[in-house]
């Protein structure tokens, strides 16, 4: 009978979570003990999504079938543990391609069944917000985080590992997409971030961008005005067969981007008098966002917890990092866990507590 909690210790000192991320084209598995990394893999469909300019559905799907199973063999084999030393198995539920997720999820309901082990339903946004911890394991909210991702941009306070209050948050597009349409404009392939990036190495800052919410509109953010001002000088060069520099357009480009993420973050830390900044999402992988922000935070004093750029961009032990709060919390999932494609970010914030804990705490 599958009874997993029946002895579990939620204050065990260090537990052993095995975590599982399937949401877009990446099928990882890690392990971590309390906030330390034991074992960390990923395979990656990107190159094949690549041929097509962006990720089939279909096609990730199909790759995480092929490649789960072996995955998480891999992952549990190289932390040097068995399948029965482990607490709890923590899946990705959500947001992301409900194909995708399916796989993932329906792989760990699975695994944490036959294994009589405790399951953790863990939202993606959620885990990128967790991956700081096994940065710094000392890291102690309260701090002010920066969420760049390729589907949401904001500001958050975080008042404990498992509360969040949110600043400000893009009204329109997210960076992450940002850098991916106009990657597409240019030319540069899929996926856009990184190929933006090292185009603008050969490139400079020299063309005009919209100043977007920059020193205005709280700590929102819009990113559409800028895209459209990219697509409209590219466009305009082309109809009257002008030469232009895609590197300098790049640059000008990203420095508009990133600009204000750091301008509004720093603003943030200084209003809630937070001595520390953490930053997760793919666009932190952003060579030029890392520095700007480092120097920033330097300038003004403040800690920078910024997470390798491999724990930025999707991978598991940032969601093993978040199963380790939800299991703190005794919220653990069953097998009706079912996999949800879209997952605004308020409720993703939210943190319900399940019926495990508050038996526990009744007790
Ligand atoms: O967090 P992530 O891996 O997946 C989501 O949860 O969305 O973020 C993916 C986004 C993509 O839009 C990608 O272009 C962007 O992060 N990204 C970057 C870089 N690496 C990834 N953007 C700018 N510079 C990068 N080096
Ligand atoms: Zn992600």
Do not use: W
Not at 269 to 274: I, N, Y
């Amino acid at each position: 009978m599958y009874d997993p909690l029946k002895n579990i210790d939620l204050n065990k000192k260090d537990p052993i979570i095995l975590g599982i991320e399937t949401s877009c084209d990446e099928t990882a598995a890690a392990v971590i003990c309390g906030r330390k990394i034991l074992s960390d893999e990923i395979a990656s469909s990107a190159s094949i999504q690549a041929l097509y300019g962006g990720v089939v559905p279909e096609i990730a799907s199909r790759a995480h079938t092929d490649y789960v199973a072996d995955v998480v063999e891999r992952a549990v084999k190289n932390a040097g543990i068995s399948y029965q030393d482990i607490d709890a198995v923590a899946v990705t539920y959500g947001a992301g391609l409900l194909g995708a997720l399916l796989v993932g999820v329906s792989f760990a309901k699975a695994f944490a069944y036959a294994l009589n082990k405790p399951l953790i339903a863990v939202n993606h946004i959620r885990g990128h917000l967790a991956a700081a911890y096994l940065d710094s394991p000392d890291l102690k909210p309260p701090f002010v985080t920066l969420l760049a991702s390729g589907g949401h941009t904001a500001i958050l306070y975080t008042k404990t590992e498992s509360e969040f209050e949110i600043l400000g948050a893009t009204l329109d597009d997210a960076a992450g997409e940002a850098f991916d349409k106009v990657a597409r404009v240019l030319g540069l392939k899929y996926p856009g971030g990184p190929n933006i990036e090292r185009c603008a190495l050969n490139g400079q800052a020299n063309i005009p961008m919209p100043k977007m919410l920059k020193g205005g509109g709280g700590y929102n953010f819009s990113y559409s005005g800028l895209k459209t001002a990219v697509i409209n000088y590219c466009h305009t060069k082309e109809q009257k067969n002008e030469e232009y520099s895609k590197a300098d357009v790049a640059a000008s480009f990203q420095s508009a981007a990133v600009d204000v993420l750091v301008e509004k973050v720093i603003a943030a830390a200084k209003e809630k008098r937070s001595k520390c900044v953490t930053v997760g999402g793919g666009v932190a992988a952003n060579g030029y966002l890392r520095q700007s922000l480092q120097a920033a935070c330097d300038k003004y004093g403040l800690r920078l917890v910024l997470p390798e750029k491999r724990y930025c961009t999707d991978n598991a032990a940032m969601i093993a990092s978040e199963g380790l709060v939800q299991f703190r919390l005794g919220n653990f999932a069953d097998m009706s866990l079912n996999a949800k494609a879209s997952i605004p970010l308020a409720a993703t914030l939210e943190t319900v507590q399940s019926k495990a804990a508050k038996e526990k705490k009744e007790v």
